[in-house]
C-alpha cells in the first residue's frame, strides 16, 4: 500500500487545551478567574503535552453570555486582566512551545457595542445604520436562546434580529463595512502575535436575502435553513482568510448544525476557507438542542457520527476532535458513568484521542470533573439553560425539569476548575463567582497527580502517544464492529502498520468477538486504561474465543498487516 504524503501544518501534529477563563484559576483573588491565574498555570498546561491553546473570549463584556456578547474587539475584559497581563501570557505560552489562538465572535455583538448604540439612533447619514440587520416588521424565526429572533427597539423605532439572546444583536455581514471592521479585528490581535481563531457560529454570518420565514412549527431548526451555510457566505470567509493568510494563522470553525458535506465546502476546494471545523453530529448522540430534547445515550450514534466524519474528511480535510468544551455538559455524566469514573474517564480519552484529527481537551476534563446539580433553577446563571428551562416540557414536574438541567445544562462545563481539596477547590481565595462542584474533595489535580493511574495522567499518556507517531498522526481510519452496541474499535492504518483501539462503554463485563481475521494475531500493547491486567508493551497473541474486557476497558494496540 501506497503510503500518502500529507502536508505537515503544525495544527495537524497539535494538541489543543481549551480555556474559559473565568472559571479556569483566579489569580487576584476576587473570585473570578483570569489572565493572572492563566499565567500561573501554564507550566501545568505545558505538562499535559499541548502545544496549543484556545481562549474563549477574553474582551469586555456584558456577560449576557459570558463573553459571547462582546462590547470591544480590541481589548480585554477587566475582570481578566489588561492588555498588558494578555501579552504576558501569550510570550509564556509562545516560550513554552505553545501556540495561542483567540474566539472571533462576528456574528453578533452585545448590544452595549458602540456599534449598536450608534446603529439603534438611525438616521441616513449615519454610517453605522446598516451594521446591524434591521426591519420595520418581524419574519417568523426563533432565536437560540432567548424567544423570538426579533427585538423591537424604542430609540430606532425598528426591530433588530438577534439569533441568540435579546442582548447579542448580529451584525449585518452584507455591509462592507462591517466585513472591513471584522479585518481591522483580525489584524488587530494577529500583529500581536496569536496564532489564528476559533470562530464562533461562523456558517452564521450571512443571511438568506429576504430573510424570509421559516417552517414555523419546527422550534429553531424551523429557522435554521435561512441563515446556516447561507447565499455568500464563502465570498466573505474568503476575505477573511485572506487576512488570516498573510500571518499564517489557522482558523478553526464553530459550524453548529452543519453537514459534513457542508463543512468540505469550508475546508477544502477553491471554497477552503477554514482549517478545521467543529462539528456537532457525535455530540447529539444524547440530545437534540440540550434542554429541548434529551434521549439516553446510545454508542451507535456517537460511532456512526464520528465514522461519518473520519470516511468523507479522509483525505479532502483535517477533523478537529473533542468531547467537551464550554457549552456541552461533562462527557463522562453523559456518555460514561459517575460510578466508573476513572474507568469512564480514561475510555473517553482512548476513543476520541486516536481519531484522525487534531484533539481538544477541555479545561477539567483531564481530571475527570463531572456534572453539577444544583437545587434551584434560580442557582443556573447560563442565559440559554435559564430560558429553556422556562420554554419547554412545562407541562412537567419541576423535578423531571430540573432533572433535565442537570443533565444538559452549559453551566456545567462552567464550574470551577478542582485544582486540590482546599476551599474554594484551589481555584480562588475568595467566594467564587459560580458554585464549585462539590466532589472537589475527590476530584482535583493535586489528587490526581499523585495518582500514577488517575485520568490526568492517563490524558498525558495519550498526548505522549501521539507525538510524532505517524500511523496515529496521519494513518488511514477504518470502524468495526459498528453495529455492536457496546465496544467502540477502529483501525488507524499506515502502509503496513495499524494501531486499533478498542473501547468499552458499558459497565458491565463483557466478552468482544474480535472481527474476522484477528484472533491469534500478535499484536502489541501500546496503551491500557487497566494496567493491573494488561502490561504496556508487551507482545501477544489476540484470544482466539473472544477478547474479555472489563468495565469500560480500553486499549490502543500495534499489529503488522498483511
Ligand atoms: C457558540 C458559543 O460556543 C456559545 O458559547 C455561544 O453562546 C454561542 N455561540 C453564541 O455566541
Same mark, same amino acid.
Not at 174 to 194: C, H, I, Q, T, Y
Not at 358 to 369: C, H, K, L, S
Not at 430 to 451: G, L, Q, S
Not at 497 to 507: H, K, N
Given at each position: 500500500?501506497?503510503?500518502?504524503?500529507?502536508?505537515?501544518?503544525?495544527?495537524?501534529?497539535?494538541?489543543?487545551?481549551?480555556?474559559?477563563?473565568?472559571?479556569?484559576?483566579?489569580?487576584?483573588?476576587?473570585?473570578?478567574?483570569?489572565?493572572?491565574?492563566?499565567?500561573?498555570?501554564?507550566?501545568?498546561?505545558?505538562?499535559?503535552?499541548?502545544?496549543?491553546?484556545?481562549?474563549?473570549?477574553?474582551?469586555?463584556?456584558?456577560?449576557?453570555?459570558?463573553?459571547?456578547?462582546?462590547?470591544?474587539?480590541?481589548?480585554?475584559?477587566?475582570?481578566?486582566?489588561?492588555?498588558?497581563?494578555?501579552?504576558?501570557?501569550?510570550?509564556?505560552?509562545?516560550?513554552?512551545?505553545?501556540?495561542?489562538?483567540?474566539?472571533?465572535?462576528?456574528?453578533?455583538?452585545?448590544?452595549?457595542?458602540?456599534?449598536?448604540?450608534?446603529?439603534?439612533?438611525?438616521?441616513?447619514?449615519?454610517?453605522?445604520?446598516?451594521?446591524?440587520?434591521?426591519?420595520?416588521?418581524?419574519?417568523?424565526?426563533?432565536?437560540?436562546?432567548?424567544?423570538?429572533?426579533?427585538?423591537?427597539?424604542?430609540?430606532?423605532?425598528?426591530?433588530?434580529?438577534?439569533?441568540?439572546?435579546?442582548?447579542?444583536?448580529?451584525?449585518?455581514?452584507?455591509?462592507?463595512?462591517?466585513?472591513?471592521?471584522?479585518?481591522?479585528?483580525?489584524?488587530?490581535?494577529?500583529?500581536?502575535?496569536?496564532?489564528?481563531?476559533?470562530?464562533?457560529?461562523?456558517?452564521?454570518?450571512?443571511?438568506?436575502?429576504?430573510?424570509?420565514?421559516?417552517?414555523?412549527?419546527?422550534?429553531?431548526?424551523?429557522?435554521?435553513?435561512?441563515?446556516?451555510?447561507?447565499?455568500?457566505?464563502?465570498?466573505?470567509?474568503?476575505?477573511?482568510?485572506?487576512?488570516?493568510?498573510?500571518?499564517?494563522?489557522?482558523?478553526?470553525?464553530?459550524?453548529?448544525?452543519? /453537514?459534513? &458535506? %457542508?463543512?468540505? +465546502? !469550508?475546508?477544502?476546494? *477553491? =471554497?477552503?476557507?477554514?482549517?478545521?471545523?467543529?462539528?456537532?453530529?457525535?455530540?447529539?448522540?444524547?440530545?437534540?438542542?440540550?434542554?429541548?430534547?434529551?434521549?439516553?445515550?446510545?454508542?451507535?450514534?456517537?460511532?456512526?457520527?464520528?465514522?461519518?466524519?473520519?470516511?468523507?474528511?479522509?483525505?479532502?480535510?483535517?477533523?478537529?476532535?473533542?468531547?467537551?468544551?464550554?457549552?456541552?455538559?461533562?462527557?463522562?455524566?453523559?456518555?460514561?458513568?459517575?460510578?466508573?469514573?476513572?474507568?469512564?474517564?480514561?475510555?473517553?480519552?482512548?476513543?476520541?484521542?486516536?481519531?484522525?484529527?487534531?484533539?481538544?481537551?477541555?479545561?477539567?476534563?483531564?481530571?475527570?470533573?463531572?456534572?453539577?446539580?444544583?437545587?434551584?433553577?434560580?442557582?443556573?446563571?447560563?442565559?440559554? /439553560?435559564? &430560558? %429553556?428551562?422556562? +420554554? !419547554?416540557?412545562?407541562? *412537567? =414536574?419541576?423535578?423531571?425539569?430540573?432533572?433535565?438541567?442537570?443533565?444538559?445544562?452549559?453551566?456545567?462545563?462552567?464550574?470551577?476548575?478542582?485544582?486540590?481539596?482546599?476551599?474554594?477547590?484551589?481555584?480562588?481565595?475568595?467566594?467564587?463567582?459560580?458554585?464549585?462542584?462539590?466532589?472537589?474533595?475527590?476530584?482535583?489535580?493535586?489528587?490526581?497527580?499523585?495518582?500514577?493511574?488517575?485520568?490526568?495522567?492517563?490524558?498525558?499518556?495519550?498526548?505522549?502517544?501521539?507525538?510524532?507517531?505517524?500511523?496515529?498522526?496521519?494513518?488511514?481510519?477504518?470502524?468495526?464492529?459498528?453495529?455492536?452496541?457496546?465496544?467502540?474499535?477502529?483501525?488507524?492504518?499506515?502502509?503496513?502498520?495499524?494501531?486499533?483501539?478498542?473501547?468499552?462503554?458499558?459497565?458491565?463485563?463483557? /466478552?468482544?468477538?474480535?472481527?474476522?481475521?484477528?484472533?491469534?494475531?500478535?499484536?502489541?500493547?501500546?496503551?491500557?486504561?487497566?494496567?493491573?491486567?494488561?502490561?504496556?508493551?508487551?507482545?501477544?497473541?489476540?484470544?482466539?474465543?473472544?477478547?474479555?474486557?472489563?468495565?469500560?476497558?480500553?486499549?490502543?494496540?500495534?499489529?503488522?498487516?498483511?
Amino acid at each position: 500500500m501506497a503510503v500518502k504524503k500529507e502536508a505537515r501544518e503544525w495544527y495537524k501534529e497539535a494538541v489543543f487545551y481549551q480555556i474559559w477563563v473565568r472559571s479556569f484559576a483566579d489569580g487576584n483573588g476576587d473570585g473570578i478567574g483570569d489572565l493572572y491565574g492563566v499565567y500561573d498555570k501554564l507550566e501545568y498546561v505545558k505538562s499535559l503535552g499541548v502545544t496549543a491553546i484556545w481562549f474563549n473570549p477574553l474582551y469586555p463584556s456584558p456577560n449576557a453570555d459570558f463573553g459571547y456578547d462582546i462590547s470591544d474587539y480590541c481589548n480585554i475584559h477587566p475582570d481578566y486582566g489588561d492588555l498588558d497581563q494578555f501579552k504576558k501570557v501569550l510570550n509564556r505560552a509562545h516560550e513554552l512551545g505553545m501556540k495561542v489562538i483567540m474566539d472571533l465572535v462576528i456574528n453578533h455583538t452585545s448590544d452595549e457595542h458602540p456599534w449598536f448604540l450608534e446603529s439603534r439612533k438611525g438616521g441616513d447619514d449615519n454610517p453605522y445604520k446598516d451594521y446591524y440587520i434591521w426591519r420595520d416588521e418581524p419574519n417568523n424565526w426563533d432565536s437560540i436562546f432567548e424567544g423570538k429572533a426579533w427585538e423591537y427597539d424604542p430609540v430606532r423605532g425598528q426591530y433588530y434580529l438577534h439569533l441568540f439572546a435579546k442582548k447579542q444583536p448580529d451584525l449585518n455581514m452584507d455591509n462592507p463595512a462591517v466585513r472591513e471592521e471584522v479585518k481591522k479585528v483580525l489584524r488587530f490581535w494577529l500583529s500581536m502575535g496569536v496564532d489564528g481563531f476559533r470562530e464562533d457560529v461562523i456558517n452564521f454570518i450571512s443571511k438568506k436575502e429576504g430573510l424570509p420565514n421559516g417552517i414555523g412549527f419546527l422550534p429553531i431548526i424551523g429557522s435554521m435553513h435561512n441563515y446556516k451555510d447561507g447565499p455568500h457566505i464563502h465570498e466573505y470567509l474568503a476575505e477573511f482568510r485572506k487576512v488570516c493568510d498573510e500571518y499564517g494563522a489557522v482558523q478553526i470553525g464553530e459550524g453548529p448544525m452543519t /453537514t459534513v &458535506n %457542508n463543512a468540505l +465546502k !469550508y475546508l477544502s476546494g *477553491d =471554497t477552503k476557507s477554514m482549517d478545521m471545523m467543529f462539528s456537532f453530529d457525535h455530540m447529539m448522540a444524547d440530545c437534540l438542542f440540550t434542554e429541548y430534547y434529551h434521549r439516553p445515550f446510545k454508542l451507535i450514534r456517537f460511532k456512526k457520527a464520528l465514522s461519518r466524519w473520519q470516511y468523507k474528511l479522509a483525505d479532502k480535510a483535517w477533523n478537529s476532535l473533542y468531547l467537551e468544551n464550554h457549552d456541552h455538559p461533562r462527557i463522562i455524566s453523559r456518555y460514561g458513568s459517575e460510578k466508573f469514573h476513572r474507568e469512564s474517564g480514561t475510555a473517553l480519552a482512548t476513543a476520541y484521542m486516536f481519531l484522525k484529527g487534531t484533539p481538544f481537551i477541555y479545561q477539567g476534563q483531564e481530571i475527570g470533573m463531572t456534572n453539577i446539580r444544583l437545587k434551584s433553577i434560580d442557582d443556573y446563571v447560563d442565559v440559554s /439553560t435559564i &430560558n %429553556n428551562y422556562h +420554554k !419547554y416540557h412545562l407541562k *412537567d =414536574t419541576v423535578e423531571q425539569r430540573l432533572r433535565r438541567i442537570h443533565l444538559s445544562s452549559r453551566d456545567s462545563a462552567r464550574t470551577p476548575v478542582q485544582w486540590d481539596d482546599s476551599e474554594n477547590a484551589g481555584f480562588s481565595s475568595a467566594k467564587p463567582w459560580f458554585f464549585v462542584n462539590p466532589n472537589y474533595k475527590t476530584i482535583n489535580v493535586a489528587a490526581e497527580e499523585k495518582d500514577e493511574n488517575s485520568i490526568l495522567n492517563y490524558y498525558r499518556r495519550c498526548v505522549k502517544l501521539r507525538e510524532g507517531n505517524s500511523v496515529l498522526l496521519y494513518g488511514d481510519y477504518r470502524e468495526y464492529a459498528h453495529d455492536n452496541p457496546f465496544v467502540y474499535m477502529y483501525e488507524r492504518r499506515k502502509g503496513r502498520t495499524s494501531c486499533f483501539v478498542i473501547c468499552s462503554f458499558t459497565g458491565q463485563p463483557i /466478552t468482544f468477538m474480535l472481527p474476522k481475521g484477528f484472533a491469534g494475531h500478535s499484536a502489541k500493547m501500546l496503551l491500557t486504561n487497566y494496567p493491573d491486567k494488561r502490561v504496556t508493551g508487551r507482545v501477544g497473541k489476540l484470544p482466539e474465543k473472544g477478547l474479555k474486557l472489563s468495565p469500560y476497558e480500553a486499549m490502543v494496540i500495534k499489529m503488522k498487516r498483511v
